[in-house]
């Protein structure tokens, strides 16, 4: 499989599964925090499966979506729950992807 296949499904499970996260949640304005929820993680996702940092995989979705979630968190000020989704899935995601 390539690489940007891999990095669109690799996305979009991670953006499917954190949406599934949010479903019961009480949030204003739940349907905006969800397709932008969606979209850092697909981003974070389909970013590790494409990008060539020489470093472990496990590293690289470390670094990554610690990056790409620091933002949500900060405006949202949620910082342990979306932090730790978005470091636990890009280390996941570096770990099954595996280049370094």
Do not use: C, E, H
């Not at 669109?8 to 925090?33: E, S």
Request: positive net charge; charged residues 10%.
């Amino acid at each position: 499989m390539n690489k940007i296949t891999q990095g669109v499904i690799a996305g979009l499970v991670f953006g499917v599964l954190d949406v599934l996260i949010m479903v019961p949640l009480p949030l204003p304005n739940k349907a905006q925090a969800m397709v932008a929820s969606f979209i850092n993680r697909f981003t974070i996702g389909f970013l590790i499966s494409v990008s060539d940092i020489p470093v472990p995989g496990w590293m690289k979705g470390l670094i990554i979506g610690l990056l790409l979630s620091l933002p949500d968190a900060i405006i949202s000020k949620a910082y342990a729950p979306v932090l730790g989704i978005g470091v636990f899935g890009g280390v996941i995601i570096g770990l099954l992807v595996g280049r370094g």
